[in-house]
């Protein structure tokens, strides 16, 4: 199929929800992706972190070509090996005191079913949630999303018992927090939100206070976790355990899969029949997910996303002092954010023009979610192509101070 002839029909039937990059890619490994014409691209987007160990991993396309052969479909009613084999890596991988998996398919389902388990347990009805957050766009994680551009056309349909506050202020933290309070839902560093670091004590101060107050803490590690900040979990760095955990996008190293990791006493009192999904656990996705979990471990993937992390950060830095539309650096392993003076998507179409696919989050953050198996030099080239593209934008436009 032409390329021309794809981008028309997508523009022409599919919902028009996504804002598009003007490629077809039609192949992937690696930290690379080619086009219909054959073109190269390194790619820091990844997939929005889904590529975490590469695209096409071959231990991972061998899992899944094995289970495919074997067994597709096996309803959760139905016991599973693989299944078993991978939710027992998971628990073993996972911060301390997470003793029971529910599986699904997208990280916004894994939202989904921490809340209900925080109602459920705690008998309460409030949330509370920071500015910035990200959470998911169905109704019950959109609901705890803040981008009111998501949120508001449907702000009729969502629970209504939410508590927004300033992310990475403790002090708002603890007004909001009260006796009502099921759960408060935090990502470790936000993603979608800028790549925003908290202040060291917070992730522990947010644990400290919902103990105090009987609600429980969420931790969603949708995009932080499984070694893309340069440790397996990014709550670990500042020694925090959740109450729940979520877990999705790069699990299964492409195919859809979600999973909410909770303590114990929380996930039982979900009873037989309160939640169940008929993909969960699907045995294909479990395969991928165990062959991933395999992957990160064997290669030492949060040790690697660590080190490069460094050197991709050590080299943003440098560019910072070289131009004046970089504003700040921020983020840890390979999960890294540029803000710009200026909106960033002129940016990112001249550096895709140049063979580099960048993600943005909001106006003005360039952010890099790239394949934790990045080549050392493809960074350092991708680099070259960005100073490059900042020179070429900073001739565009007149600067005016902010
Ligand atoms: C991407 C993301 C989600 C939602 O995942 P989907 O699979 O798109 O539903 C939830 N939380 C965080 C932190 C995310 O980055």
């Not at 347990?121 to 009111?148: E, Y």
């Not at 696919?357 to 680099?383: D, K």
Request: proline share 4%.
């Amino acid at each position: 199929m032409k390329g021309v002839n794809v981008k028309s029909l997508e523009d022409r039937l599919m919902v028009a929800t996504y804002s598009r990059y003007p490629i077809t890619v039609v192949r992937g490994r690696g930290a690379t992706v080619w086009d219909l014409e054959g073109r190269a691209y390194i790619d820091l987007m990844g997939g929005y972190g889904v590529a975490l160990v590469g695209h096409c991993h071959p231990k991972v396309v061998e899992a899944v070509k094995r289970q495919a052969e074997t067994l597709m479909v096996c309803h959760p009613t139905l016991y599973s090996e693989i299944r078993a084999e991978l939710i027992e890596k998971l628990i073993r991988i996972a911060p301390s005191g997470l003793g029971r998996v529910y599986l699904c398919s997208s990280g916004a389902e894994s939202v989904e079913a921490a809340i209900k388990m925080a109602g459920r347990f705690t008998g309460k009805r409030k949330l509370v949630s920071a500015m910035g957050g990200f959470h998911g766009k169905t109704l019950g994680a959109l609901s705890v999303t803040w981008n009111p551009r998501y949120r508001k056309p449907f702000q009729h349909l969502l629970i209504d018992t939410v508590e927004f506050v300033p992310y990475g202020n403790l002090d708002r933290a603890v007004e909001a927090v009260d006796d009502e309070t099921m759960a408060f839902i935090i990502e470790p560093i936000q993603g979608e939100g800028g790549v925003k670091v908290p202040p060291d004590d917070y992730l522990k101060g947010l644990k400290d206070l919902c103990e105090d107050r009987g609600a429980l803490l969420i931790v969603d590690e949708v995009q932080t976790g499984l070694g893309r900040t340069g440790v397996m979990w990014a709550c670990q760095r500042w020694g925090v355990k959740p109450d729940i955990m979520c877990v999705a996008k790069g699990l299964a190293g492409g195919i859809p899969i979600g999973a909410t990791l909770a303590r114990e006493d929380v996930a039982l009192s979900l009873k037989r029949g309160e939640h169940t999904s008929t993909f969960g656990g699907n045995p294909v996705a479990c395969a991928a997910a165990s062959a991933v979990i395999d992957v990160l471990l064997e290669e030492g993937l949060p040790g690697r996303a660590d080190r490069l992390g460094r050197l991709f950060k050590r080299e943003l830095e440098s560019l910072r002092q070289g131009h004046r539309v970089v504003r700040d650096v921020r983020g840890f392993g390979l999960m890294l954010g540029v803000e710009l003076r200026f909106d960033v998507r002129e940016v990112l179409l001249e550096a895709l023009n140049r063979g580099i696919i960048m993600l943005y989050s909001g106006r003005n953050v360039l952010r890099f979610l790239p394949p934790l198996v990045i080549e050392g030099s493809q960074i350092l080239e991708a680099l070259k192509v960005l100073d490059e593209t900042l020179t070429w934008f900073e001739a565009r436009v007149k600067p005016k101070p902010k």
